[in-house]
């Protein structure tokens, strides 16, 4: 069965430092990951994602995450915050298990700090 | 940019009623989704849709919840008698292939509120 940890519920950082959102991923298949962000009263939009080609996947707005299967991880990182990342994050993870369905981490709020 | 739409964007309803949330998929995509999101938690799956018959749902997805594409460019969700438990927010998705194999692109989502 597939599913995901999203370790912080909420991070907050200063303007310019580094963010990291942290994810772990449990699957019994090849998985593909994908990191969201939904902004305030907004829908769901594609940050990254890993579909088993680089392992270090960069994705929109400076953002980027690396596939670490040894630690079943795939943590966002971004070097410099900036005030508009503030919103929730989502890890979710797909597999060839369920030929559908995305299984969503329970989201991380990221706060910017000014 | 294509993009899913989705409408209306809130509805209020009230306990027992029946609602039908629309999503309009991105035009060259074949597989469809809706997705729920109560305030406060995770997003969870509800249903998948393809060639015209639903591919897999969830556990929430009872006999209260059907999902129709009416016109080939439509994708509806009705909820037969509204429970106050189905306050949420309501994503439509779609994507080209299956999810494992690529992206799917969500809508802005439709805020039903049961009162």
């Known amino acids: 069965a597939q599913s995901v940890t999203q370790l912080d519920s909420h991070v907050s950082v200063s303007e310019g430092t580094p963010v990291l959102l942290r994810c772990n991923y449990s699957?019994?298949?090849?998985?593909?990951l994908f990191w969201y962000v939904q902004h305030p009263n907004k829908g769901l939009q594609l940050l990254l994602k890993?579909?088993?080609?680089?392992?270090l996947v960069k994705g929109i707005n400076g953002f980027e995450a690396e596939f670490k299967k040894s630690e079943t991880s795939f943590h966002l990182t971004k070097p410099s915050a900036h005030m508009s990342d503030a919103a929730e994050y989502f890890c979710?993870?797909?597999?060839?298990?369920?030929?559908?369905?995305?299984?969503f981490g329970s989201g991380t709020r990221l706060s910017i700090r000014p | 940019e294509p993009e899913v739409t989705q409408t209306p964007s809130h509805q209020v309803t009230q306990m027992g009623q029946e609602v039908i949330l629309r999503c309009v998929p991105i035009?060259?995509?074949?597989?469809f989704y809706w997705y729920r999101q109560i305030l406060g938690q995770k997003v969870e799956f509800l249903v998948s849709?393809?060639?015209?018959?639903?591919?897999?749902k969830s556990e929430i997805f009872d006999d209260q919840f059907s999902v129709e594409r009416p016109d080939g460019s439509n994708f509806t969700l009705k909820i037969r008698s509204t429970k106050l438990e189905d306050s949420a927010m309501y994503f439509c998705?779609?994507?080209?292939?299956?999810?494992?194999?690529?992206?799917?692109?969500f809508g802005q989502g439709t805020r039903l509120t049961v009162v």
């Open positions: 998705a779609s994507s080209v292939r299956p999810t494992p194999n690529t992206e799917a692109f």
């Open positions: 699957s019994s298949y090849s998985p593909s």
């Open positions: 890993y579909t088993s080609a680089a392992t």
């Open positions: 979710a993870v797909s597999d060839h298990s369920s030929a559908s369905k995305i299984i």
């Open positions: 035009s060259n995509h074949l597989y």
């Open positions: 849709f393809y060639n015209n018959e639903i591919s897999e």
